[in-house]
Structures are given as structure tokens and as C-alpha cells.
């Protein structure tokens, strides 16, 4: 064995030369192709791209979708926030719009309760907040010190940052004014009530109010410190800082929804598509605003804990109505309502094991971190239904990689601010990372979705520099800032949050990136889905009906002594290459149709139909060749002899043409996913010229061209008996293939059947443990 195995070298092709001719030709392809994306880049009109596709095979997913999710701030919603007015810090609930008449301390949280930073001299952070800073006409200068930009108020210089966190909801900053320190505390308003020590008896009607109209409302307070040094202000516990507060009013903002949101979503729900909002803004803020894009659209119940403090309800916004929970009841509910969950109450569904009961009936979750955003499109795939996730920011990266189809959005910033400014976007109030592919942070926000990056901006030491540092520079202190603001983004996170995600991850993370933050571009991505799902079917179909009849002529009929000759089958090649090529030209449709294509290339539909189909074909083949047979005299043909023209094989050719042709034209699918046979112009003329082709050579018109062909002259009878077949096996498929479309249409996935079956398998695990 060892003499067989090793006695001589291996005999191998030669490789090194192989290789070395391949690295020879791709010098030639990267030239070709640097030259084209030299003169793609020259060219503007081929810089107009709405999406970016990183993975080609998420495509016909887009086709199958079923149920789309999207964000709320910056995505549904616009990311220009507008500074309303404050409210609450007197007993009326009217909103006051004169800042001059609003308390100073009110004014003074909103200058400096903030995460904005200086970035190449401007200032760059969370819209929301430069909002406020703008409606209240203060300014806030590099050195972390804000003031009046009229009158003589003091100034308020910020000491310390305790920075959003998802689970806190809330941030906190301890300043300084004179000489006295005092803690600054925003976030959303269910939070702040447990840290105040008063609370005044409207305060809960009253941010309701507002956020029932759709306003983003943040709850201001802040309290006191005694004598301390700076030192001790910053080595503060922020528990600590956070607590024992004086509500100091709520000021309201208002995110305008995005001029097309309606109108695509209203589209998608018109397609057979189920919506879902997933956002972390307040629940009654998202109730409204989904009720404005048509997620909801009938009388919405919210889940809260009870007020006895024992088990949960279901309440609508008004708190009319109220129903007691039970993770039964939320099937039946949805039909009759839009149910909306909390963040608050994820721990109490998955502690029960209600999750996969509830979470797949619900078309609004509000309040949620972006762990849970990850929960909801893991527990919908679950069920069995096909995912879209849309979302702009960070915090969204989770949900965009575990949707099925997710499409991150992108503000369009232009060429020359890409590499050195900002534009930030606000994330459902929360602080996140500028959207993918631009270069500068944002600031973080405290009343709404949870930020993913944690500590993002610097926790600048400004207020009082040490003595080496008061001899620096303003650039050299502006340089040390940036280079802790780089390096805290660095950092990990507590644990709760998302973990950091570095800038332009957020479209890394989704096989589609749209460039202009819009939701848009998820119908044309269905609808090319779509289109790909139809054109991916029929040429399955195509191709399987052509490969039974191949397998039938190359079995049968070869032992019968039935060939093609080489131009026959030049010419039969150069139409099935033709109709390949155009039939896949066809574009899709400009609207979505509420009929969903067929998901599944192994279903009822396609088996019936090629089966039905192929009998019609096996039919016609074996009637024409026996009828062509009658003509012939007995004679033995051997199967490996040569081919010689005989009415068998001429008879055989043109049923083959015939074939050809039908499958194509039967099995094409245009409306109302594509365009139809007679508005794809090439794949028609291909056609015509087939059918031309068929009835010239049957009728024997140039006697010349038949027999360049080598076919024989036919009998009147059988040629005449010939046509009348063909189009009787064309009408007869095509009955067949809309019979069948009518019986088995397009639905959206039985996924309650599935999710019946996980939600009893929940129930016997709940037992046995």
C-alpha cells in the first residue's frame, strides 16, 4: 500500500499555471470595472438610488412579507421637533407658549437638562433638545454654560451629567448657579412621579392630555444641594441626585408625521399587509399617531397594571373602557380592538409565558428598549409570519437584523457635509448615533426610545478645570473634550442597554438601506420582492414543464427512432434562450395588489399545475406522432442510426415548437404583480415571432425554409388536424393555469394555526414546571 500510495508524486492539473492565468484576466476585470464606476460616479442621473440592496438573496423575502413593523420618531414621524410650550407648572392645564411668563427655574432645566455638545464649533445633539433651548431664547455656549440671550438672568453652568439610560427613562444634571448647586431632572412623566416629593393633583390628567394629541411630553423637576465642593457634587450617587424632586411643569413637543407616512401605509394595509408600530414613545403618543397612518384603525385598548396593584387590564385611551387581562382573551380582543403593550409589561408576559399568547395580536408596543424590539420580531417569526422591520437609528439594529426584510433609513445629507458635519436625528426621544454613514454623534434624549449607545457624549469637567487645565487653551480644551467624547463612546454600556453601535452599523445591519428618510422605498422593496417571488415561480414552472417533456422525447420517442436535427434544435435553442431573456424584463407593477403571490414553489398550485399541464402536453406530443405515423410505411428505425427527415420527426419538431411556446406564454405571470404579456414589449414580439415561425413552417408558406429545416412536406390533413390541436392545447392549458389561480390564491400564512400550537406547547410546559 505504502509503494501504491507514495511511490510516485501525485499527477495533478497544472494549478500554478491555472492561477496565475486567472490573476491574468482579473486585471482586465478590475480595469473594466473601475472604468464603469468611474463613469457611473460622472454621471448624475445615476446618483438618483432611493435603496441600497447588501444582500440580493433578502429579495424575494420582500415578496413574502406578511406583517411590517415600523419606528416612530424619524421614521414615521419627521425628525424636525417643534418646542410647543410648558404646562402644568400652575393648576391650569392650558399650555403656556410666552416663556416669559413661565417660571425661571422651568426655563433653566430645559437650557441646561440637555446632552448637547460642541463638535468644530457647533452645536450638535438631539433635535428635541435644541428645540427647547431655541423656544425658550437661550444660548448654550462650548464651555458647558448656558444663559438668557435677553434680559439679565444668571447663567447656569453644568457641573455633571448623569446620562440617559433606557431602563432609567430619565437624565439628571447637577449645575451650578452663583454659588448654589442645584439637580435638574427630565424624563417621561410615568417616571418622574415616584421621585417627586409632592405630587400635584392634575399632574396625571394632564400630561395625558396632551400626549393623547400626539405630543412628546417630558416632566421637568429638580432639587436643591447643600454646600459642597465641586468634587463632592460630582461624586454624587446618581440615585441619589434623582430622587426627593419639586415638579417643575412638563414641556410638551410636537413631531409632525412625514407628508407620505399615511399614504404608504395606507397602501400596505390595502395589500394585505398587517402593520405594527415598535416604538419607545409614550403609549398614548403612539396610539395617536398610529390612528394617523392607519395602524389603527379600530377602538384601541391599552395593557397597564392594574391601579389595585394586583394583575393587569386592559384600558382604552380615555379609560372609558376597561377589560381585565388574560393572555387567553388577547385573540379575541384583536378583533374587535387594536391592542397596544407597554415595555413595562414584557417582564410580566414572559414571566407568565404569555409572550407568543399575546405579542403577536398587538399592533402598537410602546415604551420599549431595543432588547424588546429584538423580543417582538423574534416572537413574530416564531408564529410563522415573514417580517419587514423599518427603522432609522441604532436602537433599531437588533429588530433590523432579526426581521426577515429590514430596511434602515437614512437622511439625505449631501456630498460635502458627509465627511465633517452632522444632521441629527432624534430616536422616539432618545438619544442615538447619527444615522448610518454620518460621521458626527448625537446627543441623547430622555423621554422616549431607549438609546443604544448609553454613555455617548463626554461627560465634560468644564464648569471648574483644574489648575494645570486653566492655563490650556480654549482649542486645547476643546480637543481634550473630543478626545473623552470618543473615548466614552468606546466604552461598554451597563449591561441593560443595547450594546454600542459603531457609526453606519445601523444599515450594516439591514439587507436594505434607504437614502432618504422616508418609508417609501418598503413598497417598492415589496414590490420588487414580489415581482422577483412571480418571476422566480414561473421560470420553475417553465423550466420543469420543459424538462418533462425533454425526459419524455429523450425516452420514448428516442427509442422510437423520433431525433431533431442540429438546426432544429439551433433554432428550438435561440427561442428558449430569447424568452428566458425577456420574459425576465417584465417590470412589476407601479401599485401593490391586495392578491398575494404563491410563497412556496412546493404547494398544491404548482404541483397541480404542472401535472395538469404536462398531461395536456404528453396528450398533444402523442396524438401528433401516432397521427403522423398512419402516413408513414413500415419501417424499422434504429434509435442510434442517423438523423434522415421523416413526417415522425418533422411532426415531432413542430409539436415541440408548439410546446415551447404555450408553456411560456401560459405560465407567464403579469398582473398584478408584473406587466402583463402586452406590455412587455420584447417578451410579446418574442412571441409573435414564435407563433409566426410555428404557422410557417406548418402550412409549408416557403418550401425553401423547410427544407434548410429538413422537414418534410405534411399531408393537408394532418397539418390542418395539427393546428387545430395546437390551439386546443393552448386553450385547454390555459383553462387549466386560471382555474387554478382562482382555486388556490395567494393568502398570508396560516400563522395562527402555528402560533396555536406554540401557545399550548407554553401552557404544557407551565404545568409540568
Same mark, same amino acid.
Given at each position: 500500500?505504502?509503494?501504491?500510495?507514495?511511490?510516485?508524486?501525485?499527477?495533478?492539473?497544472?494549478?500554478?499555471?491555472?492561477?496565475?492565468?486567472?490573476?491574468?484576466?482579473?486585471?482586465?476585470?478590475?480595469?473594466?470595472?473601475?472604468?464603469?464606476?468611474?463613469?457611473?460616479?460622472?454621471?448624475?442621473?445615476?446618483?438618483?438610488?432611493?435603496?441600497?440592496?447588501?444582500?440580493?438573496?433578502?429579495?424575494?423575502?420582500?415578496?413574502?412579507?406578511?406583517?411590517?413593523?415600523?419606528?416612530?420618531?424619524?421614521?414615521?414621524?419627521?425628525?424636525?421637533?417643534?418646542?410647543?410650550?410648558?404646562?402644568?407648572?400652575?393648576?391650569?392645564?392650558?399650555?403656556?407658549?410666552?416663556?416669559?411668563?413661565?417660571?425661571?427655574?422651568?426655563?433653566?432645566?430645559?437650557?441646561?437638562?440637555?446632552?448637547?455638545?460642541?463638535?468644530?464649533?457647533?452645536?450638535?445633539?438631539?433635535?428635541?433638545?435644541?428645540?427647547?433651548?431655541?423656544?425658550?431664547?437661550?444660548?448654550?455656549?462650548?464651555?458647558?454654560?448656558?444663559?438668557?440671550?435677553?434680559?439679565?438672568?444668571?447663567?447656569?453652568? #453644568?457641573?455633571?451629567?448623569?446620562?440617559?439610560?433606557?431602563?432609567?427613562?430619565?437624565?439628571?444634571?447637577?449645575?451650578?448657579?452663583?454659588?448654589?448647586?442645584?439637580?435638574?431632572?427630565?424624563?417621561?412623566?410615568?417616571?418622574?412621579?415616584?421621585?417627586?416629593?409632592?405630587?400635584?393633583?392634575?399632574?396625571?390628567?394632564?400630561?395625558?392630555?396632551?400626549?393623547?394629541?400626539?405630543?412628546?411630553?417630558?416632566?421637568?423637576?429638580?432639587?436643591?444641594?447643600?454646600?459642597?465642593?465641586?468634587?463632592?457634587?460630582?461624586?454624587?450617587?446618581?440615585?441619589?441626585?434623582?430622587?426627593?424632586?419639586?415638579?417643575?411643569?412638563?414641556?410638551?413637543?410636537?413631531?409632525?408625521?412625514?407628508?407620505?407616512?399615511?399614504?404608504?401605509?395606507?397602501?400596505?394595509?390595502?395589500?394585505?399587509?398587517?402593520?405594527?408600530?415598535?416604538?419607545?414613545?409614550?403609549?398614548?403618543?403612539?396610539?395617536?399617531?398610529?390612528?394617523?397612518?392607519?395602524?389603527?384603525?379600530?377602538?384601541?385598548?391599552?395593557?397597564?397594571?392594574?391601579?389595585?396593584?394586583?394583575?393587569?387590564?386592559?384600558?382604552?385611551?380615555?379609560?372609558?373602557?376597561?377589560?381585565?387581562?388574560?393572555?387567553?382573551?388577547?385573540?379575541?380582543?384583536?378583533?374587535?380592538?387594536?391592542?397596544?403593550?407597554?415595555?413595562?409589561?414584557?417582564?410580566?408576559?414572559?414571566?407568565?409565558?404569555?409572550?407568543?399568547?399575546?405579542?403577536?395580536?398587538?399592533?402598537?408596543?410602546?415604551?420599549?428598549?431595543?432588547?424588546?424590539?429584538?423580543? #417582538?420580531?423574534?416572537?413574530?417569526?416564531?408564529?410563522?409570519?415573514?417580517?419587514?422591520?423599518?427603522?432609522?437609528?441604532?436602537?433599531?439594529?437588533?429588530?433590523?437584523?432579526?426581521?426577515?426584510?429590514?430596511?434602515?433609513?437614512?437622511?439625505?445629507?449631501?456630498?460635502?457635509?458627509?465627511?465633517?458635519?452632522?444632521? %441629527?436625528?432624534?430616536?422616539?426621544?432618545?438619544?442615538?448615533?447619527?444615522?448610518?454613514?454620518?460621521?458626527?454623534?448625537?446627543?441623547?434624549?430622555?423621554?422616549?426610545?431607549?438609546?443604544?449607545?448609553?454613555?455617548?457624549?463626554?461627560?465634560?469637567?468644564?464648569?471648574?478645570?483644574?489648575?494645570?487645565?486653566?492655563?490650556?487653551?480654549?482649542?486645547?480644551?476643546?480637543?481634550?473634550?473630543?478626545?473623552?467624547?470618543?473615548?466614552?463612546?468606546?466604552?461598554?454600556?451597563?449591561?441593560?442597554?443595547?450594546?454600542?453601535?459603531?457609526?453606519?452599523?445601523?444599515?450594516?445591519?439591514?439587507?436594505?438601506?434607504?437614502?432618504?428618510?422616508?418609508?417609501?422605498?418598503?413598497?417598492? #422593496?415589496?414590490?420588487?420582492?414580489?415581482?422577483?417571488?412571480?418571476?422566480?415561480?414561473?421560470?420553475?414552472?417553465?423550466?420543469?414543464?420543459?424538462?418533462?417533456?425533454?425526459?419524455?422525447?429523450?425516452?420514448?420517442?428516442?427509442?422510437?427512432?423520433?431525433?431533431?436535427?442540429?438546426?432544429?434544435?439551433?433554432?428550438?435553442?435561440?427561442?428558449?434562450?430569447?424568452?428566458?431573456?425577456?420574459?425576465?424584463?417584465?417590470?412589476?407593477?407601479?401599485?401593490?395588489?391586495?392578491?398575494?403571490?404563491?410563497?412556496?414553489?412546493?404547494?398544491?398550485?404548482?404541483?397541480?399545475?404542472?401535472?395538469?399541464?404536462?398531461?395536456?402536453?404528453?396528450?398533444?406530443?402523442?396524438?401528433?406522432?401516432?397521427?403522423?405515423?398512419?402516413?408513414?410505411?413500415? %419501417?424499422?428505425?434504429?434509435?442510434?442510426?442517423?438523423?434522415?427527415?421523416?413526417?415522425?420527426?418533422?411532426?415531432?419538431?413542430?409539436?415541440?415548437?408548439?410546446?415551447?411556446?404555450?408553456?411560456?406564454?401560459?405560465?407567464?405571470?403579469?398582473?398584478?404583480?408584473?406587466?402583463?404579456?402586452?406590455?412587455?414589449?420584447?417578451?410579446?414580439?418574442?412571441?409573435?415571432?414564435?407563433?409566426?415561425?410555428?404557422?410557417?413552417?406548418?402550412?409549408?408558406?416557403?418550401?425553401?425554409?423547410?427544407?434548410?429545416?429538413?422537414?418534410?412536406?405534411?399531408?393537408?390533413?394532418?397539418?390542418?388536424?395539427?393546428?387545430?390541436?395546437?390551439?386546443?392545447?393552448?386553450?385547454?392549458?390555459?383553462?387549466?393555469?386560471?382555474?387554478?389561480?382562482?382555486?388556490?390564491?395567494?393568502?398570508?400564512?396560516?400563522?395562527?394555526?402555528?402560533?396555536?400550537?406554540?401557545?399550548?406547547?407554553?401552557?404544557?410546559?407551565?404545568?409540568?414546571?
Amino acid at each position: 500500500m505504502r509503494t501504491i500510495l507514495f511511490s510516485t508524486e501525485r499527477v495533478t492539473a497544472n494549478s500554478w499555471e491555472s492561477g496565475l492565468f486567472i490573476l491574468f484576466l482579473l486585471v482586465f476585470a478590475i480595469i473594466a470595472a473601475g472604468y464603469v464606476l468611474r463613469k457611473g460616479l460622472e454621471d448624475p442621473t445615476r446618483s438618483n438610488v432611493e435603496y441600497f440592496v447588501l444582500n440580493l438573496f433578502s429579495i424575494p423575502f420582500a415578496g413574502k412579507v406578511d406583517i411590517c413593523c415600523f419606528d416612530k420618531t424619524g421614521t414615521l414621524t419627521s425628525d424636525d421637533m417643534e418646542f410647543c410650550g410648558v404646562v402644568g407648572h400652575t393648576e391650569s392645564t392650558d399650555l403656556e407658549t410666552d416663556m416669559t411668563k413661565v417660571p425661571v427655574c422651568t426655563a433653566e432645566i430645559l437650557a441646561s437638562c440637555h446632552a448637547l455638545v460642541f463638535v468644530d464649533n457647533k452645536l450638535v445633539g438631539d433635535p428635541l433638545e435644541k428645540a427647547a433651548l431655541k423656544g425658550i431664547d437661550w444660548s448654550y455656549k462650548s464651555d458647558e454654560k448656558a444663559m438668557p440671550k435677553k434680559g439679565g438672568g444668571n447663567a447656569v453652568q #453644568i457641573v455633571q451629567r448623569h446620562h440617559f439610560a433606557s431602563h432609567l427613562k430619565r437624565m439628571a444634571v447637577i449645575v451650578r448657579i452663583q454659588e448654589e448647586f442645584l439637580v435638574f431632572v427630565k424624563g417621561a412623566p410615568e417616571t418622574i412621579q415616584d421621585r417627586l416629593l409632592a405630587l400635584p393633583p392634575s399632574y396625571v390628567d394632564t400630561y395625558k392630555k396632551y400626549t393623547r394629541q400626539g405630543s412628546r411630553v417630558l416632566a421637568l423637576a429638580f432639587k436643591n444641594l447643600p454646600d459642597m465642593t465641586v468634587s463632592e457634587a460630582r461624586s454624587l450617587d446618581r440615585d441619589v441626585v434623582e430622587t426627593g424632586l419639586t415638579f417643575a411643569g412638563f414641556a410638551v413637543f410636537n413631531c409632525p408625521i412625514r407628508v407620505d407616512s399615511a399614504a404608504v401605509l395606507s397602501e400596505l394595509k390595502n395589500s394585505s399587509h398587517d402593520l405594527v408600530m415598535i416604538t419607545g414613545d409614550q403609549a398614548l403618543t403612539a396610539c395617536h399617531v398610529a390612528s394617523q397612518v392607519h395602524i389603527i384603525t379600530k377602538p384601541a385598548l391599552i395593557l397597564y397594571p392594574s391601579r389595585s396593584g394586583q394583575g393587569y387590564e386592559w384600558i382604552s385611551p380615555d379609560e372609558v373602557e376597561k377589560i381585565s387581562y388574560g393572555d387567553k382573551e388577547a385573540e379575541e380582543l384583536s378583533e374587535t380592538h387594536d391592542l397596544c403593550v407597554g415595555g413595562d409589561c414584557f417582564e410580566m408576559l414572559q414571566q407568565s409565558s404569555a409572550v407568543v399568547g399575546v405579542i403577536p395580536y398587538v399592533k402598537v408596543f410602546a415604551r420599549v428598549a431595543p432588547e424588546q424590539k429584538e423580543l #417582538i420580531l423574534t416572537t413574530f417569526k416564531t408564529v410563522g409570519r415573514i417580517t419587514l422591520m423599518c427603522g432609522d437609528g441604532t436602537n433599531d439594529v437588533g429588530a433590523l437584523k432579526q426581521a426577515h426584510v429590514g430596511v434602515a433609513l437614512l437622511n439625505a445629507v449631501p456630498p460635502t457635509q458627509s465627511g465633517n458635519t452632522s444632521s %441629527e436625528t432624534p430616536k422616539d426621544g432618545a438619544l442615538k448615533l447619527s444615522k448610518s454613514k454620518k460621521a458626527k454623534p448625537e446627543a441623547s434624549n430622555v423621554n422616549g426610545e431607549s438609546s443604544s449607545r448609553g454613555k455617548a457624549v463626554s461627560r465634560s469637567d468644564s464648569a471648574s478645570q483644574s489648575a494645570g487645565n486653566r492655563h490650556q487653551t480654549a482649542a486645547e480644551m476643546q480637543r481634550q473634550r473630543l478626545k473623552k467624547l470618543m473615548e466614552e463612546m468606546n466604552e461598554e454600556g451597563d449591561g441593560r442597554s443595547a450594546p454600542i453601535v459603531k457609526l453606519g452599523d445601523a444599515s450594516m445591519a439591514s439587507p436594505f438601506t434607504a437614502k432618504h428618510a422616508s418609508v417609501a422605498p418598503t413598497t417598492d #422593496i415589496i414590490r420588487q420582492g414580489r415581482s422577483t417571488l412571480v418571476t422566480t415561480l414561473q421560470m420553475f414552472k417553465i423550466l420543469g414543464l420543459n424538462c418533462l417533456a425533454t425526459a419524455y422525447v429523450l425516452s420514448v420517442m428516442y427509442l422510437d427512432g423520433v431525433k431533431l436535427g442540429d438546426v432544429q434544435a439551433t433554432i428550438s435553442g435561440v427561442f428558449t434562450a430569447a424568452f428566458f431573456l425577456f420574459i425576465s424584463q417584465a417590470r412589476p407593477l407601479p401599485t401593490l395588489s391586495a392578491e398575494r403571490p404563491h410563497p412556496n414553489i412546493f404547494c398544491f398550485y404548482v404541483f397541480l399545475s404542472l401535472m395538469g399541464q404536462f398531461a395536456i402536453h404528453l396528450l398533444f406530443l402523442m396524438s401528433s406522432v401516432k397521427s403522423a405515423e398512419k402516413y408513414m410505411p413500415d %419501417e424499422c428505425i434504429e434509435p442510434d442510426s442517423e438523423f434522415h427527415p421523416n413526417l415522425v420527426n418533422t411532426v415531432s419538431y413542430m409539436v415541440s415548437m408548439m410546446l415551447q411556446l404555450a408553456t411560456f406564454a401560459v405560465n407567464y405571470i403579469g398582473h398584478p404583480f408584473n406587466q402583463s404579456i402586452t406590455e412587455s414589449k420584447p417578451f410579446l414580439y418574442a412571441l409573435l415571432a414564435a407563433s409566426g415561425f410555428f404557422t410557417v413552417i406548418t402550412s409549408d408558406l416557403f418550401r425553401g425554409l423547410n427544407d434548410w429545416l429538413k422537414l418534410v412536406p405534411l399531408p393537408p390533413e394532418l397539418r390542418n388536424k395539427l393546428l387545430i390541436w395546437a390551439v386546443l392545447m393552448f386553450v385547454s392549458c390555459y383553462t387549466w393555469e386560471r382555474l387554478l389561480k382562482w382555486a388556490f390564491p395567494g393568502r398570508i400564512p396560516a400563522w395562527k394555526k402555528n402560533h396555536q400550537r406554540l401557545a399550548a406547547a407554553n401552557v404544557e410546559k407551565k404545568k409540568n414546571v
